[in-house]
């Protein structure tokens, strides 16, 4: 991703810049892949100004990053669907499987639970959110709506019974504080240096 001025003369030399990156590297720009995000308000001649430079498709956010929306604004609950559907689609496909309950268990573990825990450093979980992961993982745990055992249970370590599944509002609390703690202790981080500098 590279982020610049929205104006005609940066537009130009990036241009040039990827221009003769391509030369040197011998590497071509996908435009297939490529698109034009342009914020703040801008008159349509220069628009047509940055369309003429790129040839890129032009498209709005809400943009997906490593499979995640960038957003700067707090995400409605609609935005989570594509994890929802990603882990559905998961279970979908290994339902079928002749897995032991020991083998659920540790798919859910490492593989449910490891698709959710990149969105979880990125964004706070909305408890319905959180509710409707717990019961994808525990239909698939199970096999069926019923649940023997509490889930609450089930993310007990395993020498208190439990198998050891992460708590998801904790976790999540968790994770996001170390962002925190993060910005205030890695200053020579090139992602905080840019976040003091902006907004401390």
Not at 78 to 85: A, K
Not at 171 to 183: D, G, P, Q
């Given at each position: 991703?590279?982020?610049?001025?929205?104006?005609?003369m940066?537009?130009?030399?990036?241009?040039?810049?990827?221009?003769?990156?391509?030369?040197c590297?011998?590497?071509e720009?996908?435009?297939?892949?490529?698109?034009?995000?342009?914020?703040?308000?801008?008159?349509?001649?220069?628009?047509d100004?940055?369309?003429?430079?790129?040839?890129?498709?032009l498209?709005?956010?809400l943009?997906?990053?490593?499979?995640?929306?960038?957003?700067?604004?707090?995400?409605?609950i609609?935005?989570?669907?594509?994890?929802?559907?990603k882990l559905?689609?998961?279970?979908?496909?290994?339902?079928?499987?002749?897995?032991?309950?020991?083998?659920?268990?540790?798919?859910v573990?490492?593989?449910?639970q490891?698709v959710?825990c990149?969105?979880?450093?990125?964004?706070?979980l909305?408890?319905n959110?959180?509710?409707?992961?717990?019961?994808?993982?525990?239909?698939?745990?199970?096999?069926?709506?019923?649940a023997?055992?509490?889930w609450?249970d089930?993310?007990?370590?395993?020498?208190?019974?439990?198998?050891d599944?992460?708590?998801?509002?904790?976790?999540?609390?968790?994770?996001?504080?170390?962002?925190?703690?993060?910005?205030?202790?890695?200053?020579d981080?090139?992602?905080?240096?840019?976040?003091?500098?902006?907004?401390?």
């Open positions: 991703m590279l982020f610049g001025r929205g104006d005609f940066f537009m130009e030399i990036l241009a040039n810049t990827m221009e003769e990156f391509s030369i590297s011998g590497l720009i996908n435009k297939e892949k490529s698109n034009l995000f342009l914020g703040g308000k801008l008159l349509c001649r220069e628009l100004e940055m369309r003429g430079i790129f040839s890129f498709p498209r709005e956010l943009v997906k990053y490593l499979g995640v929306p960038l957003e700067s604004k707090k995400l409605i609609m935005l989570y669907t594509p994890l929802i559907e559905a689609s998961i279970t979908n496909k290994w339902t079928s499987k002749n897995l032991s309950y020991a083998g659920k268990a540790e798919f573990h490492s593989v449910l490891g959710e990149y969105w979880l450093q990125v964004f706070p909305p408890a959110v959180r509710e409707r992961i717990i019961a994808i993982c525990r239909e698939f745990l199970w096999g069926t709506n019923y023997p055992i509490a609450k089930l993310c007990l370590a395993k020498d208190k019974e439990g198998l599944f992460r708590n998801l509002r904790a976790w999540n609390k968790a994770i996001l504080a170390r962002n925190l703690w993060n910005i205030h202790v890695k200053k981080s090139l992602w905080i240096k840019w976040i003091h500098s902006e907004f401390l």
